[in-house]
């Protein structure tokens, strides 16, 4: 299995940037395509979609938003951190089969 | 409005089998690979497996394959999960999701807790 490997917390302040990293176990690219996805996810909600093949944003996430990398390493990254962005983010791979998620970023405020 | 609504969950004995179901509104849900996900309480996320549009190609993560059986009514719209041999490990949250290669979990449910205690 593809292993992913998330820092389990980032503390950040209002207004700043936040930059969350994934590293694979192996490459998740093929060809031009990076097979990574990132997810927010609230206390007591569902993971929404934020960012799908590494750098693509999903529809109705704002631009603050935005996903970059290739091959085993990758990065989400919030600017400006805003209160609303507080939640634990999930990076997935679908590379090869079985899908496989990272263990969660929990942003905290500084 | 893309809809997914999980049920089923609930309090089950250790050793016995339950169903989960997820209702799908508000988009083509014939077109789309759709799977499960779960999360134990405190934990990440599990992929359980998916099931793709005319329900040919069935796949699971291979820990829960013995276990887990996935299928689908395309008439009905909905997704279903059976569990087998329930054991403490499978207390979760259970969220279904679309699933494709472009796009990745795109659409959730709220999920139906699944608690397995005697």
């Known amino acids: 299995d593809i292993v992913l490997t998330q820092s389990p917390a980032l503390a950040v302040s209002l207004g700043q940037r936040a930059t969350i990293s994934c590293r694979a176990s192996?490459?998740?690219?093929?060809?031009?395509?990076?097979?990574m996805y990132w997810y927010q996810q609230k206390p007591g909600q569902q993971p929404k979609l934020l960012i799908y093949?590494?750098?693509n944003l999903a529809s109705g996430i704002p631009a603050r938003f935005t996903g970059s990398g290739s091959g085993t390493d990758f990065i989400l990254t919030i600017n400006p951190v805003q209160a609303d962005d507080i939640a634990t983010y999930y990076c997935?791979?679908?590379?090869?089969?079985?899908?496989?998620f990272g263990g969660g970023t929990k942003l905290e405020l500084k | 409005e893309v809809k997914l609504v999980e049920s089923g969950g609930g309090l089950v004995q250790p050793g016995r089998s339950l169903k989960l179901s997820c209702a799908a509104s508000?988009?083509?849900?014939?077109?789309?690979?759709t799977g499960w996900v779960r999360q134990a309480p405190g934990k990440g996320l599990e992929w359980i497996g998916e099931?793709?549009?005319?329900?040919?190609?069935?796949n699971y993560t291979p820990s829960l394959k013995d276990k887990f059986t996935i299928s689908r009514d395309s008439a009905q719209k909905t997704l279903y999960l059976q569990m087998s041999k329930l054991g403490s490990e499978d207390t979760a949250i259970y969220y279904c999701?679309?699933?494709?290669?472009?796009?990745?979990?795109?659409?959730w449910g709220q999920g139906t807790l699944v608690t397995v205690s005697s």
């Open positions: 999701a679309t699933i494709s290669g472009s796009s990745g979990f795109a659409y």
């Open positions: 508000g988009f083509s849900f014939n077109d789309y690979w």
């Open positions: 099931i793709n549009q005319d329900s040919s190609s069935i």
């Open positions: 192996q490459s998740v690219s093929i060809s031009t395509y990076n097979l």
């Open positions: 093949r590494a750098s």
């Open positions: 997935q791979q679908n590379r090869e089969s079985p899908w496989t």
